[in-house]
């Protein structure tokens, strides 16, 4: 559903580029159709988002996202085996909490924050997690990347008071109190689907 952090808006804008190329007998690149859907949302609708979502759903697969300075997007396909990819999966638990929020002003206001110095360092901060958590994927590190997962989300909460509410956090104790190593709020946060990484022993 919209408004769940799952990035629908950007699948849907994609998916009609898509449609659209393909009615008219046209070829693009999927780094193309990331492109468009970006202009299209960002550029022409004024959305305060980022590319993630267009390039996430265009390209497909796991990879690592770098989001150059001229607008460039450079994409790096994550080598993980096919063993600790189906692990990763298995571990990975995803629960709606039946709250949908725009995103838009959760966003605005992060957008604004970051212009203060704390706030710009705690971004930072979260940027570097990112090589961290690849290397814990390429080497089977997950219950690592899991941890690293509430280190995000721990840090991600300092960014805006919109991104977490009591409910949301009652669920994440819980989650966490049973077993799991860490998690998020999928999206921009305020609501939308609960991530968690649980070893496969804590499944229960």
Same mark, same amino acid.
């Given at each position: 559903?919209?408004?769940?952090?799952?990035?629908?808006? #950007?699948?849907?804008?994609?998916?009609?580029?898509?449609?659209?190329?393909? @009615?008219?007998? &046209?070829?693009?690149?999927?780094?193309?159709?990331?492109?468009?859907?970006?202009?299209?949302?960002?550029?022409?609708?004024?959305?305060?988002?980022?590319?993630?979502?267009?390039?996430?759903?265009?390209?497909?697969?796991?990879?690592?996202?770098?989001?150059?300075?001229?607008?460039?997007?450079?994409?790096?396909?994550?080598?993980?085996?096919?063993? /600790?990819? /189906?692990?990763?999966?298995?571990?990975?638990?995803?629960?709606?909490?039946?709250?949908?929020?725009?995103?838009?002003?959760?966003?605005?206001? &992060?957008?604004?924050?970051?212009?203060?110095?704390?706030? @710009?360092?705690?971004? &930072?901060?979260?940027?570097?997690?990112?090589?961290?958590?690849?290397?814990?994927?390429?080497?089977?590190?997950?219950?690592? @990347?899991?941890?690293?997962?509430?280190?995000?989300?721990?840090?991600?909460? &300092?960014?805006?008071?919109?991104? #977490?509410?009591?409910?949301?956090?009652?669920?994440?104790?819980?989650?966490?109190?049973?077993?799991?190593?860490?998690?998020?709020?999928?999206?921009?946060?305020?609501?939308?689907?609960?991530?968690?990484?649980?070893?496969?022993?804590?499944? /229960?």
């Amino acid at each position: 559903p919209g408004g769940t952090g799952l990035g629908s808006s #950007s699948a849907f804008t994609s998916g009609l580029i898509n449609l659209c190329l393909n @009615f008219n007998n &046209q070829k693009k690149s999927n780094y193309w159709i990331a492109e468009e859907a970006c202009e299209i949302e960002i550029n022409r609708l004024g959305e305060p988002i980022g590319k993630q979502d267009q390039y996430a759903c265009s390209i497909g697969g796991l990879n690592q996202l770098i989001f150059c300075k001229n607008g460039k997007v450079k994409v790096n396909p994550i080598r993980i085996s096919p063993e /600790n990819y /189906n692990a990763l999966n298995d571990n990975l638990y995803m629960y709606y909490t039946g709250i949908k929020r725009s995103a838009s002003s959760i966003l605005k206001e &992060q957008k604004t924050e970051t212009t203060t110095d704390a706030k @710009f360092r705690i971004m &930072q901060k979260i940027v570097e997690l990112v090589p961290l958590g690849k290397d814990y994927l390429e080497t089977g590190e997950l219950d690592c @990347f899991g941890e690293l997962l509430h280190k995000g989300w721990e840090l991600k909460k &300092q960014m805006s008071d919109k991104i #977490s509410n009591t409910f949301i956090e009652e669920m994440y104790t819980l989650g966490m109190k049973n077993g799991a190593l860490g998690g998020k709020l999928l999206g921009a946060g305020g609501g939308g689907f609960l991530l968690f990484y649980v070893p496969k022993n804590n499944k /229960n």
